[in-house]
């Protein structure tokens, strides 16, 4: 059976200190305070009584013993149907915590169109140009003297790091070209650089007359 402790086992305790403090209360009430005796006893009345029930209330504090799991003395085990103990082990709670996956918002849809912005990824950058010679970027339509060195500045020096370009790479440098916002999408450089890499420059640049890219 489950053993409960509760403060009413120290309300006798409580009673007696109460006693114990009004006499004292009275005895220095009528000598001390030159108070007449019935009201000395009165003053020893009151302090008993706010003694008594003070320490009556919060004298010791209540304890309870779980017989589910002090019963028998064996934290962290529980029995299967058959009578064996089974342990669980505890698991931390920053375990738990770290096992939960971290999750990204998607980007919210646009009130007007109802269609949610791509997600933005910066491009893969080089720190210079493979073998210290550059393409020449500015043969894309759309990239002038400006925009070729704002595309230096950024780590992007040939045709075939903007042919790999993905709408999260288009998106990134659409809305980080100071001055240029939303020109690799409209100028089509990722179809352009592509069209590049296949055909090769001359027969780009004749194409590019009849905007046929």
């Not at 759309?142 to 780590?155: N, V």
């Not at 089509?188 to 069209?195: D, E, I, M, T």
């Amino acid at each position: 059976m489950a053993q409960v402790s509760s403060s009413e086992e120290s309300w006798p305790a409580g009673w007696v200190y109460g006693v114990v403090a009004g006499i004292i209360a009275a005895v220095l009430a009528r000598w001390i305070g030159d108070v007449a005796m019935p009201a000395a006893v009165l003053v020893g009345l009151f302090v008993f009584l706010v003694f008594g029930v003070l320490l009556g209330m919060f004298w010791g504090k209540p304890a309870v013993a779980d017989e589910a799991n002090h019963g028998h003395g064996d934290h962290g085990h529980e029995h299967d149907g058959h009578g064996h103990e089974v342990h669980t082990p505890e698991v931390a709670q920053h375990e738990v915590a770290a096992a939960e996956p971290v999750v990204t918002p998607s980007p919210v849809a646009s009130p007007e169109t109802g269609v949610a912005p791509p997600a933005e990824m910066k491009p893969v950058a080089l720190s210079g140009p493979r073998g210290g010679v550059a393409d020449k970027l500015q043969t894309i339509e759309g990239i002038g003297p400006a925009m070729e060195k704002l595309c230096h500045d950024l780590g992007i020096y040939h045709f075939d790091q903007i042919s790999a370009w993905g709408a999260a790479e288009v998106a990134w440098m659409d809305s980080n070209l100071k001055g240029f916002k939303c020109r690799v999408t409209r100028d089509r450089w990722v179809r352009q650089a592509n069209l590049i890499g296949e055909v090769g420059i001359d027969e780009f640049l004749r194409r590019a007359k009849m905007n046929d890219y």
